[in-house]
Every structure is written in C-alpha cells, then in structure tokens.
C-alpha cells in the first residue's frame, strides 16, 4: 500500500474497531480516530498516505459521513493527519515523535515504558573492557586510510574461524563484515534480487527483513510455520511450485516462533533450491543462542555445493546491538561483488567497533555462556508469569533464541497492543511479523528484558487483556458459505 489507501482497504485494517477498550465510554468518532491512530503506532497504516474521502470511508464502514468528518477532524487536531482543502488528508504523527529501532512510532516521554517490542538484549558486562582494548589497538590502523570495504582482516578472520569451528571450513576471503545483521541482509539483497525479484519468506518472520524486501519491491510469497516449525513437503512444494529467486530463512530459533530447523530439513532444503535455482539467504542471528543445552545442527551452508548458500549473522543477540557488527559469508567472488556493491551505501564499517567486536569474540565462551544462562532464566520467568496471569494463552516453549511467539485467546493482538501501550508496555503485535494482516492470534514477547520487568509486564498485560473482554470480547467469525 503506498500512497493512497482506498475506503474498503481502510475498513479491512481497521477491523473491529468499534469494539476496542474503553468504547462504551467514548463516542463513535473518537473510537474510529483512535483505531486510526492505533494502525498508524503498529506501523500497518504508513505515514504519508492519503486516506480516502469521507464519504468513500463513510460507505465502506457502514457509518454516517458526519462521524467520519468527526474522526478526522479529530485526527487533524492531535496531530495525526494533515489535510488541504480539494487535495485530501494525508497521514502523519505528532512533532515530538521518532522512530524506534524496531519501526514502530515512539514518543521521546516515556521512560518507564516497558519496551517488549524491541527483542535485542544489553550490552555484556565485558563491553567496556573490550571496548578499552580496542582502543589501545587503533593505532596500527591509523596510518591507513581506514576504508576496508570487507572488514579488517582479523575480524573476518575470527568469524571465519567461528563458522569453521561450527563445522563449516570458512577462509576470511569468504567473509564481508557489515554493520549489522540488517545491512547484511540489504547488501545482499541488492547483489542477488533485482528490483521486482521473487522471494519465498516464512510467515511469520523478522519484520524488518520484509522492509528490506519491500525496498526491493520484492514479490514475497510466504511458507507458513506450523505450530512445530516447518513442514517440510510445503516448504519444499513451494519452492518447486513458486521458483523464486531468493529465500530469506532463519533456521536458528526463527525470529518471532523460536523454531529450530532439524539437520535432515536443512540438507532438503539446499538440493531443492539448487534444483530450481533459487538462492537461499540464511539469517543465524541466533545461532550462539541455544538454551537447555540444546543441539544446534550442522549450518545450512555445509549441505551447500554450488555456491548457493549466502550466511548472514552478527554481534547484536550474543553481545550487543549497538556495536552494528554483523557480516556475510558467501564465495570469495560474491564477497568481491558485494564490496563492490557496498562501495556506493556506505564503503566500510567503522574500524574502531570491529577492534571491538575481535576483541569480544576473543571472549566469545565466558559471554555467551552468561548470556544463555541468563536468557534461560529470564525466559522462564516469562513463562511462569504468562502460566500465572494468562493462562489460556498457548506458548511453545523456545529452546533458543530470544522470543517467544504465544498464541492468545483471540484475535486481539493489535487491539491488546494499543491497550497495553496505555499501560506503559510496548508490544509488536501479531500482524507485524506477516503480510496481509493476518496474525491477529498471535503476540511475540521477547525475554530479553530482566525478570521483574518481563513479570511486571506480563501483569499489565492480563490486566488490560481483561479490559478487552469487558468492552466486548471480539468472536470468530463463521466462515460464510457462498454457494
Ligand atoms: C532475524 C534477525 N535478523 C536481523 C536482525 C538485525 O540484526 P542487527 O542488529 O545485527 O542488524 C535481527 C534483529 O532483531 C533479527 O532478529
């Protein structure tokens, strides 16, 4: 949807708003502009979007045009739509608003918010250090000009030697360090997917991932994850049906279900891709994240004989976002052409945090084993206050990984994120990890917060979950039969 929204679109997004919390209290207007504005903090209604006249949204809503005149002009005075007279009103957020890492629209005011929509963890006690150490070693770059395109050598040569320890026999030629996980992803998009490409994703799957394709203007069709992760005679008919040119995947505990992709399902998936010729990118942002003792199976790339498997990965899960470390490996000459490639975004990242990043990995055993010692007790305290406080919400629990994906008693995940927001809980509903709007059953919680704050959560969120219920609790519809 880009530009314009129509009447009847409008009306799909915003879904049962008439029955959101607190409804009985306010009139039908301000509940329609509140429902506006809820599709615009979720991210699902874009800003700078026009949206239809009056009476297109009047009819497609089956309500009196003066109510719509009501919510927008309401809109218009928090500041949340501009209009000009015989042009149209278009969508926008008040001044003192950002974008916060994860997409969604963040006032700068809130402190004590809990932020659950951001699945990321603090930095390790021992940044500092590492920090310190790298400092010490910048001057044997200084002499340089400081652009490495692929990244110094012995940070690429330290995560060649991870990807080789893990089974996978990797030379630093074989690695682009990136900054970022994200930008890995972009630069090799813009290497292996001409604008218009097509691309098979899991649904559901890292929303920030579909940014980036939708940045392509990729053509995304979607392998649905079951409730015990794929099925592999659909992801495979998929890719034999559907042919695409690339498949974004994410193997270790996916980002938001927490799955992991069995050994057999990995070397399938690889032979089918070859045979179709499809190019498999395969996101391990959470690979050093098994938790319970957990088996991580060989990686994707080891099935790999034709040069078809591109690995992305970085720093942010096991040690810290804010470094923006993350990094590609490929074959030497994809490496070449994708620094080729990222001579016209950015030409290198920061040699400073790279220094940083190596020494950090020097340390990889003593941090990620706190890190997973910690993230496992955390995400038990989630689960123990979800059991507790909401109890008819169904969870899988993730052997690994930093969120979990919890099946709620409805469809109210976008519904219980506006609510929750009040509370002072920021969600990232369902809807926001698929395509089309659907998801609406399901909410990730990352456990990547301390306990007593994911328990504090969790109890807001019961809280205003029984609110809901209270304003009308919203039903499945029955299918209607068209004969
Ligand atoms: C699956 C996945 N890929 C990529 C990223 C982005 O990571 P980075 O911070 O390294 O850019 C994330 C972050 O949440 C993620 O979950």
Redesign the pocket.
């Known amino acids: 949807m880009t530009g314009q929204v129509r009447g009847v679109q409008l009306a799909r997004l915003l879904g049962q708003w008439h029955a959101l919390p607190g409804r009985r209290r306010s009139p039908d207007y301000a509940a329609l502009a509140g429902a506006v504005r809820g599709l615009l903090a979720d991210g699902r209604l874009p800003l700078g979007v026009r949206l239809p006249a009056e009476r297109e949204l009047a009819e497609a809503l089956r309500i009196s045009r003066t109510t719509v005149t009501a919510a927008y002009r309401h809109l218009r005075e928090t500041g949340h739509l501009a209009s000009r007279r015989g042009a149209g009103s278009w969508t926008m957020l008040p001044g003192n608003h950002r974008v916060a ?1 994860t997409g969604l629209w963040t006032p700068l005011d809130d402190q004590d918010m809990i932020d659950l929509g ?3 963890p603090a930095a390790p006690p021992q940044l500092l250090d590492a920090a310190r150490a790298a400092a010490e070693d910048l001057p044997r770059y200084l002499g340089g000009a400081g652009y490495h395109p692929t990244g110094i050598i012995e940070l690429r040569e330290a995560v060649a030697d991870g990807y080789t320890a893990r089974g996978l026999p990797t030379s630093a030629d074989q690695i682009m360090v ?8 972009d630069l090799v998009l813009r290497l292996a997917l001409a604008p218009g490409g097509s691309v098979l994703v899991e649904s559901p ?2 929303p ?2 579909l940014a980036a394709l939708a940045g392509r203007r990729a053509r995304i069709t979607t392998h649905g994850l079951a409730a015990d992760g794929w099925d592999s005679d659909l992801l495979l008919g998929g890719l034999r049906q559907t042919r695409p040119k690339l498949a974004y995947l ?1 193997p270790e505990f ?2 938001p279900t927490g799955h992991l992709m069995p050994a057999a399902l990995r070397e399938r998936v690889v032979a089918a891709a070859h045979a179709v010729g499809t190019d498999l990118v395969v ?1 391990e ?2 690979v050093d994240l098994p938790l319970d003792g957990t088996e991580v199976p060989p990686p994707v790339g080891v099935y790999d004989r034709h040069s078809r498997v591109i690995s ?6 096991p040690y810290w ?1 804010g470094l ?3 990094w590609v490996r490929a074959s030497a000459p994809q490496v070449q052409r994708l620094a080729a490639v990222r001579v016209g975004v950015d030409m290198a990242s920061p040699v400073l945090d790279q220094l940083v990043a190596v020494h950090l990995l020097a340390h990889a055993d003593a941090i990620v084993t706190d890190r997973r010692v910690t993230l496992a007790a955390q995400r038990d305290a989630l689960l123990g206050a979800l059991a507790q406080r909401l109890p008819d919400w169904r969870v899988t629990v993730p052997r690994g990984g ?2 979990l994906w919890a099946e709620l008693d409805g469809p109210v995940s976008s519904a219980l994120a506006r609510a929750a927001e009040e509370v002072g809980v920021r969600l990232a509903p369902g809807p926001r990890f698929g395509l089309d709007g659907t998801l609406e059953r399901f909410l990730r919680l990352p456990f990547t917060l301390p306990a007593a704050d994911l328990v504090e959560a969790v109890g807001r969120i019961a809280a205003v979950r029984y609110d809901l219920d209270r304003t009308g609790r919203q039903r499945w519809r029955e299918p209607t039969v068209i004969a």
Request: net charge positive.
């Open positions: 890492s951001a699945a990321a990136t900054s970022g996980t994200q930008h890995a992803l799957t890292y920030n991932a994410i996916q980002n996101d942002s959470f992305i990965g970085g720093m942010s899960k976002g923006r470390i993350g930093v969120t």
